[in-house]
Every structure is written in C-alpha cells, then in structure tokens.
C-alpha cells in the first residue's frame, strides 16, 4: 500500500492538527506545506503503481512462458506461505486495511468539500479509500 506506515501517519497526524479558534492560527512548517501540496502526486503516483502491478502480475511477459493465470495466482500462494518477508507483508496489508477507514474517516474535514462524500464511502475499499483521499 506504498509505504503508508513510514508516509501517510504522519500525513494525517499533521493534517489532524485543529486550531483553537481564539488563537491565531500558527506558522505551517515547511515539511507540513511539502507534505499536504504533494498529496496528490502521492495519490496519482500509488494508485497507478497499484494498477500497474495488478496488469503485470496477471499479464506481465505472457510471451516468456511463465504460466496463465492459475499458475501465477499458485506461485504466489507459494511464495507467501514459504517467505517470511512476503508473509508480513500481507499481514501489514490486512491490518492497514483494517486501520484506514478509521484513519481517513477521522480526517474527513480535511478533504475537498465536494469529493467528501465520495471518499467517505471509498475509505472502506482497500487502496481505492486512500487514493481518494490522497487526491
């Protein structure tokens, strides 16, 4: 879920930081405007790396002789069962999936007015909350 543990955290930890509204509101720091102006490019950038990576592992060199689609869908049961480093993987994959519809949805006011409602349902898809959110 492209890196979303090092990246969108902090994202969202700096996004969530609400004013009081008897105070002026404080000085963004370079990171914090860095962050929230990349946003997009982040969203674009992982939703077409999540694309790409779905084409290519069903798709990816057919002319090479590396089996259709049941092959391919075995040798990566395989892979997980026998690598440990594939295996947390996938565990890191359930538990954001888990985790992301309550992180996104505790940032919703932070999203464009008009895309709201459209996120706030798409937070409970799996990469397709986060791009929504990140665009």
Same mark, same amino acid.
């Given at each position: 879920?492209f @890196?979303?543990?090092?990246? @969108?955290?902090?994202?969202m930890?700096?996004?969530?930081?609400?004013?009081?509204?008897?105070q002026p509101?404080?000085?963004?720091?370079?990171l914090?405007s860095?962050m929230?102006?990349?946003?997009?490019g982040?969203?674009i950038?992982?939703?077409?790396?999540?694309?790409?990576?779905?084409?290519w592992a069903f798709?990816?060199?057919?002319?090479?002789?590396f089996?259709?689609?049941?092959?391919?869908w075995q040798?990566?049961?395989d892979?997980?069962?026998?690598?440990?480093?594939?295996y947390?993987?996938l565990?890191?994959?359930?538990?954001?999936s888990i985790?992301?519809?309550?992180?996104i949805g505790d940032?919703l006011?932070n999203?464009?007015?008009?895309?709201?409602e459209f996120?706030?349902v798409a937070r409970?898809?799996?990469?397709?909350g986060?791009?929504?959110y990140l665009?």
């Amino acid at each position: 879920m492209f @890196l979303t543990n090092t990246f @969108l955290i902090p994202y969202m930890a700096i996004r969530l930081n609400d004013v009081d509204k008897n105070q002026p509101p404080p000085q963004t720091s370079k990171l914090s405007s860095l962050m929230v102006r990349g946003a997009s490019g982040v969203g674009i950038t992982g939703g077409l790396v999540c694309i790409l990576s779905i084409v290519w592992a069903f798709f990816g060199r057919a002319d090479a002789d590396f089996g259709g689609v049941l092959d391919r869908w075995q040798y990566a049961q395989d892979y997980v069962l026998t690598e440990r480093l594939a295996y947390a993987f996938l565990w890191d994959i359930l538990l954001y999936s888990i985790f992301q519809p309550w992180l996104i949805g505790d940032n919703l006011q932070n999203v464009k007015p008009k895309a709201r409602e459209f996120v706030n349902v798409a937070r409970f898809i799996p990469v397709v909350g986060i791009v929504a959110y990140l665009l």
